[in-house]
């Protein structure tokens, strides 16, 4: 026996107390309540069940990237539209389908001035598909390499987006993921109650844009005539004036519910055909009687039509700050933005040219007001809320429209595909089998070293318990989500942790038959054992970590448990063991001539 036998009683002693303290507030109810106070103010972090063990949300999500990929046309049509109105004034930009820009330029003549120079940095992200010089038409293709990359840009940075969004709802171990063309999204230990908020905010685009407004247009008279009297759909003059001091008389189309303005508009196919350059966009607001008064219940509402133009002139990636704020007036709760520099200059632009014109605030596809352009504004701006329900309703929505704005907006929409509530009896049911499973496993393993290794056994338990502790320590150290998964890597390093024990074990008795004494014969058999145990450790350690980067969900919680019970075995199944071996042997000049193995 090493005289230094003290040294490693306090490392291995003080490690098991750190690992014991760290698993304290991890202990499950009731009997937590004997865990000491202290314990649980200084070590906060706990093991946190999984989906499959307390119940919780599981979702899928399909990205639509063709939305992405026509937003990146809009923007490089909107720049190459703006250096090119700096060369001539005859032009037309149009949209085709999702990733083609043509332009029609008049006089054809003028069409050799759309060069590489007008079109700039991206003149690499755009390729010429024709040039028909008769009529003046040149057509342009998104490159492929760029399609690519936005499609994946738009992936990865949905993920980040919920991340940021879950993280500060509060739920514990999200598990947010790719799948092809799909999000997975994991959500364990939520309420039912909250179910529905949490995939409002997981599903909220965010995407902010600023559109004009053109309900003065010829167009629109005819979609006006088109309504037939006494129908779902109301006809509503609205006169304005604009910044020359001409008078307009809009034609606001209104009616009770959302789908009948949507129908209409769907009847009009082919019989009255959108502008390529304009859409439809739709506003919820106070009832109001044909004559434009506001009816008495203020709690009814309507829906409003507006032809808008279909490129937004600025969007919500130029936000920089998101605020709940208060209307001084109407007391209503409002989400106060700032736009970032290049922002407020885009901003500037577009409200210092359209004075008097109405602008609408679009979020997330719904108008959500439409007011008169009265003079210049900047980076500053607000979006009203709460017109109408339960006050505390729309304030909690009000501070759930900052926080998505806030994690930024998601770069195409989402459309859920698949959901599944994983309720608490399920949870418990699996909990419950998962621990009699782990208890009968660890006692049949228990009696076996007992019975037959006798006190080399006893030695082996007390590492398997301990390694075991330290394995569930590290999980709570890092705050890991168990599953179902995970605890078969805890049980499966459990068991390599018993074979390794047998295979030290079997070369002991081996250099006891040879006739060494005990000390020597301890000595040798973990020597000579070391090798075969850290290979078999390694190959499984190298499985573990290909599982970790390439695996998803389920197989990643197993994988973690595996890596951790492997260096967790290393340390105890050959280190610790070996030193009780010694601490058994001799300790303070008394030597033990055998061993019970």
Known sequence: MERAWWWKFLMWG??????????????????NKKVPAFVTQLFTKKIQPGLDLQGGL??????????????????????????????????????????????TITPPSDAAKLDDEVLGAHRNAVDEVSRDNATGQIRFRLDPDQVAEIKEFALR?????????????????????????????????????????????????????????????????KVAASVTPGGKITVVPEPWTDKNGTQHNNISLRAKEQKDLVDFFAGLTGELEVPKDR????????????????VADKTQ??????????????????????????????????????????????MERLTGQNVGRKMAIVLDGKINSAPEIQSQIGERGRITLGGFGDPFKVQQEAKDLVSV??????????????????????????????????????????????????TAGFIANIAMVLNIVFMLAILA???????????AGLVLAVGMAVDANIIIYERIREELRAGKSARSAVDAGFARAFWTVFDAHV?????????????????????ITLVIGILSNIATAVYMSRWMFELMLGRRGVVKQTISI
Do not use: C
């Open 477 to 487: 150290a890092f705050e890991a989500s168990l599953t179902l998964p995970g605890i």
């Open 157 to 221: 940075q949905g993920i980040e987006t919920i991340r940021g969004r879950v993280d500060k709802f509060g739920v514990a171990e999200p598990t947010i993921l790719k799948r092809g063309e799909d999000i997975v999204i994991e959500l364990p230990g939520l309420k039912p109650e909250d179910f529905e908020r949490i995939k409002t905010i997981i599903g909220k685009t965010a995407q902010l844009e600023f559109k004009l407004v053109d309900d003065g247009s010829e167009y629109m008279t």
């Open 58 to 103: 599981h979702l899928v999500y399909s990205v639509d990237v063709n939305k992405a990929i026509g937003a990146k046309v809009d923007r490089v049509a909107s720049d190459i539209e703006e250096r090119l109105s700096q060369k001539i004034k005859g032009f037309k930009v149009d949209r085709e389908g999702r990733d083609e820009i043509l332009f």
């Open 14 to 31: 003080g490690i098991t107390v750190l690992a014991a303290l760290y698993l304290g507030p991890s202990i499950p109810e009731p009997y």
């Open 405 to 454: 704005l806030r994690s930024g907006s998601l770069p195409a929409p989402l459309t859920k595909s698949f959901e599944t509530q994983v309720g608490p009896t399920l949870g418990g049911d699996t909990v419950a089998d998962a621990k009699w499973a782990m208890v009968i496993g660890a006692l049949a393993v228990v009696f076996f070293m007992l019975i037959y290794y006798r």
């Open 539 to 559: 190959t499984n350690l190298m499985a573990g970590v290909v599982l970790y980067s390439y695996g998803s969900g389920p197989i990643r919680g197993f994988a």
């Open 301 to 346: 509402t309507s829906w409003r039509a507006y032809l808008l133009h279909r490129r937004a002139a600025v969007t919500g990636e130029y936000l920089a700050a998101a605020d709940l704020s208060w209307d001084q007036q109407t007391n209503r709760p409002e989400v106060a933005f700032t736009m970032d520099r290049q922002g407020a200059v885009l």
């Open 279 to 294: 859409e439809f966009g739709v506003e919820q607001i106070a009832d109001t009687n044909p004559d434009g008064s506001e």
